[in-house]
């Protein structure tokens, strides 16, 4: 695994979202007879349990108060939770799920609140951030270059590297040495695009 990936992987490793499953309505004939039910699909797979409308329904409703385990599959338990799908191998419970899932939630408004800072100070109304970056001297750059040994701190690529403040100048981060790490354009980007 990439040591990149893995890093992402940490934060949400008791949790991982799946936007690739979903319910999907299923029919299939038997002796003449037309059946219709709801079901977990992936693509063309689709999975037992299967539901009829009624129960469908309720399941829906339901799940936006609280987390539903729907599906085990290879030891891994499928919940569904405000409408979105996540696996759990811990075997956690309804109110772990809860907070893993409030956790997230909060780290994805965090990172949206920091792009926007970002943009903010990227694009005009932010000439202390300017002035700012031109301020970084040589001297702290030459540091930082060595306490990073010249590498992306993300990815280890030394390509296209930049200066990224920790804390962004406009959310009130200093110039200082230890405010100060490489980033390669791309994982810098990544950074600021938070999700
Ligand atoms: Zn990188």
Redesign the pocket.
Known sequence: MHA?DARRTVGAVMLRADSTIDFAKTRWSLGGLLFGRWALARGRTVYKPRWRSGRMAALLAAQLHRPLAVLELDRRLLWVYRDRFYWDDECLGERDVEALVADRERRSRRRLERAHALLAAESGGAESAAAGREGIVLEVKRRVWERCSGR?V????DRLLEFDHVIPLALGGSNGERNLQL??A??NRAKGDGL
């Not at 993300?154 to 690529?157: H, V």
């Open positions: 990149a992306c993300e990815c280890g690529s980033l390669c791309e994982c």
